[in-house]
């Protein structure tokens, strides 16, 4: 679309990911995937909904640096010492590693050594966008798989600093270059001027952030104006970001480098607060940018060069990074995915590749192409990490999986999953004497409970022929601990239709999910958080002046007042609007009965509910609640 106003673009864009990210998200694909194919869908080479998007990506890049800010405030100087191994090792081995024998291929194929080797640490980098976008909607993130890939990742962002100072110099050995890096302030100098220039920004970042910044930010939040703390955490990104460009290098590596200088201050938490709703927004526009500049075109031209150099670049990247991995002491499921997720080319390949070929190291047909090829492995790791968890981890050797010992004979109780929930259940259990069978789908988890002392099985519970020898024929009860919430509906249903005589509790996550899983056959649900929160807040009455027995007397009434919301909403909350209506409807209902039962509470004590003795509670013969209580 030729000439389309801003707010033509902005409906474009917007129009196109409120549609594709749902379905991506519901078929299973993640976010990511699908803004890269809303990016493709209106990009010039497919509908043409939007034409340049040279500006589109100047603005969506914005988004990369605001991750990179928060990213830098969680790394703490005491975080990075802790994690200096997995940093310096794994990630400087993977970088050097790769682009070593990326080079060599280029090498390989007839490249000039400047131009294979500029190429191949190019592409050895990867998307810390898409790779932690992805981990985070996988829940991998605080996993050994997400530690290890945030340690790569760092050092990859790091190493920009280098690579854009030793690209002209392979400029200046190239015999066929004539043209220069026009890019900074610092273009024109020499390169040991330009390198000064770079060392002198991140010192000045540092010395500002240390000095200028942390007294600014108490100044102002001194005036209790949120809006101008908002825009003062904005400023600082963005002027970091600009003072980045000005001498050359990227802005996300200035934004990283400023959330560093800030990890420390009393204020990071506030500033993370007020800047993360505009990063997934930017994120999001900045993977349609990327989508959409992935040149079909290109691609319809060299559809076998592509086949051949997109899938070979993620299979050598993913190989060399498992060796990388296992060396350094990772397991061989965890080196594997970290492998698969870090095997595509990264955002700053673009930035790079353009410095290269403008400094005349790259030649602009390579250029264009490894662009493309880059833009299109991004737009796979979403898909290859799915293949890995649903087809990789299937056909995984039983070598890789513990061993596992025999089930108890005739069980009373068969555990599913065995985390802290499960755990907590599960001794509970056994040390009144009854005998179980556990299974744990997390070989990491069979193996650190093992450690401890503890017996658990690894296995996937929702497998019909595991639940049988585990003994679900002969046991009284299932508890269903599992944290996949699909997962737990699915066992309770299998166990529901195959093993009728066995009383199903289950942990649920919230008050749908409970529903969900008395809809499947449970027996009795619990959501997870909801004993916790009520012995956590009858605390609260007791910090604020209640007596023992009544604050826990008030507890048990809200329990029971929930029971009855709880029940009361049971036939409605698969009708969203009738759901919603109702359970307005109902609270208000509650809180005035619970109100009444608190002022009845006093009236028969004749006293304060504070500081007044008063008799002693009667005993707890209130039903115990097992359902969740809010909304969600």
Not at 71 to 89: D, H, N, Q, T, Y
């Amino acid at each position: 679309m030729e000439g389309a106003s801003l707010l033509e673009m902005a409906v474009i864009y917007l129009s196109a990911g409120v549609i594709a990210v749902p379905v991506a998200t519901r078929l299973g694909l993640g976010s990511v995937l699908g803004y890269l194919i809303a990016g493709a869908v209106i990009g010039p080479f497919a509908f043409g909904f939007v034409a340049d998007q040279t500006s589109v990506m100047e603005f969506a890049e914005f988004g990369v640096v605001i991750m990179l800010f928060l990213i830098g405030l969680e790394v703490r100087p005491s975080i990075l010492w802790g994690m200096r191994k997995a940093f310096f090792g794994l990630g400087g081995a993977q970088v050097v590693i790769s682009g070593v024998v990326l080079g060599s291929i280029g090498l390989a194929l007839g490249l000039f050594w400047q131009e294979a080797y500029a190429l191949g640490f190019i592409l050895a980098l990867s998307s810390t966008a898409i790779v932690l976008q992805t981990l985070e909607e996988r829940h991998l993130r605080q996993t050994a798989t997400g530690t290890a890939s945030f340690a790569i990742l760092l050092f990859q962002d790091l190493s920009i600093i280098p690579m854009f100072a030793l690209l002209p110099l392979l400029a200046a050995t190239h015999g066929d270059a004539i043209a220069h890096v026009r890019h900074g302030i610092f273009a024109a100098y020499p390169a040991w001027v330009r390198a000064l220039g770079v060392f002198a920004a991140v010192a000045m970042i540092i010395a500002i952030g240390h000095y200028l910044v942390r007294p600014a930010f108490r100044f102002i939040a001194n005036t209790r104006q949120r809006e101008i703390f908002t825009a003062a955490a904005l400023l600082l990104v963005v002027a970091v970001a600009l003072l980045m460009q000005a001498v050359g290098l990227s802005a996300a590596l200035g934004a990283f480098l400023a959330g560093v200088v800030l990890a420390d201050s009393e204020f990071r938490r506030e500033i993370e607060a007020d800047i993360e709703p505009f990063r997934g927004l930017l994120l999001g526009l900045f993977f349609m940018s990327v989508g959409a500049s992935v040149d079909l075109v290109l691609v319809a031209h060299h559809p076998l060069l592509l086949a051949v150099m997109v899938p070979g670049l993620m299979i050598v990247k993913a190989v060399l990074i498992f060796g990388v991995a296992r060396l350094s002491g990772s397991e061989p499921r965890t080196a594997a995915q970290v492998g698969v997720a870090l095997s595509q080319g990264g955002e700053f390949a673009f930035v790079l590749l353009g410095v290269a070929s403008a400094a005349g190291v790259i030649t602009t047909d390579i250029s264009a192409l490894a662009t493309a090829g880059v833009a299109v492995s991004m737009a796979l790791t979403p898909i290859a990490l799915i293949v890995f968890e649903r087809v990789c981890t299937k056909a995984q050797s039983k070598d890789d999986e513990p061993e596992n010992e025999a089930f108890d004979e005739r069980p009373d109780v068969i555990i599913a999953g065995f985390g802290r929930f499960g755990q907590i259940v599960g001794r509970l259990v056994i040390v009144n004497g009854f005998k179980t069978s556990t299974l744990e789908a997390s070989a990491e988890q069979v193996a650190l409970v093992r450690r401890f002392g503890r017996r658990v099985n690894y296995g996937d519970a929702t497998r019909l022929s595991l639940l049988r020898a585990a003994g679900a024929a002969d046991a009284k009860l299932l508890i269903v601990a599992l944290d996949d919430r699909d997962a737990a509906e699915k066992l309770v249903e299998i166990a529901t239709r195959h093993f009728p005589q066995l009383k199903i509790l289950a942990r649920a996550y919230d008050r749908r999910h409970a529903y969900r899983l008395l809809d499947k056959g449970a027996d009795v649900v619990e959501r997870e958080t909801f004993e916790a929160g009520l012995k956590l807040g009858e605390a609260a009455l007791k910090a604020l002046g209640f007596q023992d027995h009544l604050a826990a007397r008030a507890r048990r009434l809200f329990r029971v007042h929930d029971e009855e919301m709880f029940r009361a909403l049971e036939t409605v909350w698969k009708d969203e609007e009738r759901y919603v209506v109702a359970t307005r409807e109902t609270s208000e209902r509650m809180n005035e009965l619970f109100a009444a039962d608190l002022q009845e509470m006093r009236d028969e004590q004749g006293a304060d509910l504070g500081t007044n003795p008063i008799k002693p509670p009667p005993p707890d013969d209130s039903p115990s609640i097992r359902y969740p209580t809010d909304p969600k």
